[in-house]
């Protein structure tokens, strides 16, 4: 693979630039930001003769499309420069209609909802359940989905996030093959995934596993900028034409070209250099020595780059500790049991061996405070059928009423106590004294309440009764 999109934006020479972006090549650009970013600037250009087109391309944008292709292993490939978001609203939009049964993970990105919101479809929630040691949620497991692919034969998609947050992944080739058989449509949302297919110790990729459409945020663990995702498709279940149509109803028509070509970068540095680099990473992060228990999974695939530690055995939540790294070291995610440290491409052993001696200091310091207590998690239904379809629930009128008097009716928003992120309640979903009751019960444990417009959770927004 080669980079034609970056040799093309480097020969740019042109020196009367009567086009946009306004700062034309730079010299228009407030002098703080030129300061800063000097002479890249001469090269944020959109399309230039020359520079191709992504809403129809046939050049260089074109041919990078098919190289990330066939790097991630993919039919075709969209490039995306609004996040892996982009590419989850255009795989619904091209696979869903208004009131099409879709089976949607609970602990899916807030994204999915929203594409929900776009199509009408109606969603099946497949609960996840919750590791009450580590207190983090698990992937959908087949068992859910089987059950969900039985209890709702005419679904037409399953929408699924493998790896989670914590790199832990769902069975996907057994599930691709259950829902294939039935006639299900798979997407799979492997945001933070992008770099599974580029050694072999990684777990096995959404698209390796039978995945109709894949969405990778690439900027999250790939050398790329913030922002840039990639969307995958394979097979014949869903036509080449309406996923073009889909994305081009979601993303800007005035792509930056930094972007595109830091896709292109990152996709030739994985071609090229990947298996070597992580050959390195994996060697550093399995000689990682904490005196902090580490998150491995055995019965479940797992990113070994996602380091995740437990945070119990000092008294201490993931916030608490990240506290105490601070500021030098910044993790990923704090839970109310662990913290999740992303190694990536620029991960140094340096880096590690600091994180391990601060890791060992914290631990003489905090031994011998009390462990916390393993987290009551309120059980998740397995699978449920709101009331109301986000779409309808979207554009109902609402109001705000006192927690107690909002049980029986619809909620109009989305609360979920954190950790660990999974919604007790989605909007179009009934409210429930048992769901209520769990959401007080994270309160009166010292939890966070994330979602509500009102955090202390004294009201909440209902969709308006004469509105049903
Ligand atoms: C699982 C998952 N999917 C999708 C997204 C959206 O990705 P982006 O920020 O690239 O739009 C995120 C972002 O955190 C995510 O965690």
């Known amino acids: 693979m080669t980079h034609p999109l970056l040799d093309i934006l480097v020969q740019q020479q042109h020196s009367c630039p009567f086009h946009t972006p306004g700062h034309q090549r730079g010299r228009g650009m407030a002098a703080p930001l030129r300061a800063l970013w000097g002479t890249a600037l001469a090269q944020d250009l959109s399309e230039i003769p ?3 087109n992504l809403a129809a391309p046939t050049g260089a944008l074109a041919d990078l499309q098919a190289a990330i292709a066939a790097a991630a292993g993919s039919d075709r490939a969209w490039c995306l ?53 580590w207190g983090i949620p698990e992937p959908v497991s087949l068992a859910t989905v089987v059950n969900a692919v039985a209890a709702y034969p005419t679904a037409k998609a399953v929408v699924l996030v493998s790896p989670t947050y914590e790199g832990l992944c769902s069975p996907l080739a057994a599930i691709a093959q259950h829902v294939h058989e039935r006639g299900l ?42 922002q840039t995702a990639v969307l ?26 930094w972007l595109l070509s830091a896709l292109e970068a990152a996709a030739w540095q994985m071609v090229h250099q990947g298996y070597e680099i992580y050959d390195r990473l994996l060697q550093w992060v399995a000689a990682f020595e904490s005196p902090l228990p580490r998150l491995e999974r055995l019965d479940i ?20 500790l990240e506290a105490q790294l601070q500021p030098d070291i910044i993790a990923e995610l704090p839970s109310g049991r662990s913290l999740t440290f992303c190694v990536g491409l620029g991960t140094t052993a340096q880096m590690l061996r600091t994180l391990a001696e601060r890791l060992w200091v914290i631990h003489q310091t905090y031994q011998p405070v009390q462990s916390l207590p393993p987290i009551a998690v309120p059980p998740l239904p397995a699978v449920s059928s709101p009331a109301l379809s986000p779409r309808t629930t979207y554009f109902s009128q609402r109001q705000v009423v006192p927690l107690a008097a909002a049980i029986d009716h619809i909620s109009a928003e ?7 992120g999974i919604p007790t309640i989605i909007a179009g ?16 444990m010292g939890g966070t309440i994330i979602g509500a417009t009102d955090p202390q959770l004294n009201q909440i927004t209902i969709v308006t009764p004469a509105d049903t």
């Open 50 to 52: 020359g520079l191709d």
């Open 232 to 257: 995958h498709l394979q097979g014949t279940r869903v036509a080449p034409e309406r996923v073009s149509h889909a994305v081009t109803l979601v993303q800007t028509t005035s792509p930056s070209y």
């Open 185 to 226: 449509t798979l997407i799979v949302d492997e945001a933070h995934g992008s770099h599974f297919a580029f050694h072999p110790r990684f777990p096995s990729t959404a698209l390796a596993a039978g995945a109709d459409l894949v969405i990778q945020s690439w900027h999250k663990t790939l050398g790329t900028l913030t």
């Open 429 to 444: 979903e009934v409210i429930t004294a048992a769901a209520v009751a769990e959401l007080q019960q994270v309160q009166a």
């Open 414 to 420: 989305t609360i979920a106590p954190y950790p660990p």
């Open 81 to 133: 420069v609004n996040g892996a978001t982009t590419g989850v609203l255009a795989a619904l939009l091209a696979t869903l209609e208004p009131k099409d049964v879709v089976l949607v993970g609970r602990n899916v990105h807030h994204s999915v909802i929203s594409g929900l919101i776009l199509t009408g479809a109606q969603p099946v929630y497949l609960g996840v359940a919750v590791d009450s040691l």
């Open 301 to 320: 695939p797992q990113d070994p780059l996602r380091l995740t530690l437990g945070t119990w055995p000092l008294g201490l939540t993931g916030a608490d």
